[in-house]
C-alpha cells in the first residue's frame, strides 16, 4: 500500500514545502495539512504500518528522523532536536517508541 492510497499528493506536497526548513517541522500542523487528522482510526493505523519501515508494531527514533521521506523521497530528514520533540510528543508510556495507539492519539491530539 502506497501512502497517497489514504493521503491525497496535492496535501502531501502542500504539508512538505510547509516544513522544508531545518527545524520548521511540527507534527500537529503536519498531520492537519496533509489530511491524517480527519482519517478513520483503521486509515490512521494502515499509514503507522507504512512508517514501520522495520515492521517491529513501533516507530523508532530511527524511523522518525525519515518520517518526511515516507511521504516524498526527496523530502528531508527530521533533525535530531525535531526527532526528539516528535519522540516525547508521542511516547505517552516511555519505552523510547511509538505504538500504533499512540501515533493514533498524537495525530488526533
Given amino acids: 500500500m502506497a501512502i497517497t492510497d489514504i493521503l491525497s499528493a496535492k496535501d502531501i506536497e502542500c504539508a512538505l514545502s510547509s516544513c ?3 527545524d520548521s517541522f511540527n507534527y500537529k500542523s503536519f498531520f492537519s495539512m496533509v489530511g491524517l487528522s480527519s482519517k478513520t482510526p483503521d ?7 507504512i512508517l514501520d519501515q522495520d515492521k517491529s508494531g513501533f516507530i523508532e527514533e530511527e524511523e522518525l528522523q525519515l518520517f518526511l521521506k515516507n ?3 526527496s523530502a528531508r530528514a527530521l533533525t535530531s532536536a525535531e526527532t526528539k520533540a516528535f519522540l516525547a510528543a508521542g511516547d505517552t508510556d516511555g519505552d523510547g517508541k511509538i505504538g500504533v495507539e499512540e501515533f493514533q492519539s498524537l495525530v488526533k491530539a
Fill in 43 to 49: 486509515q490512521i493505523k494502515k499509514v503507522f504500518g
Fill in 20 to 22: 522544508q526548513a531545518d
Fill in 71 to 73: 511521504f516524498s523521497s
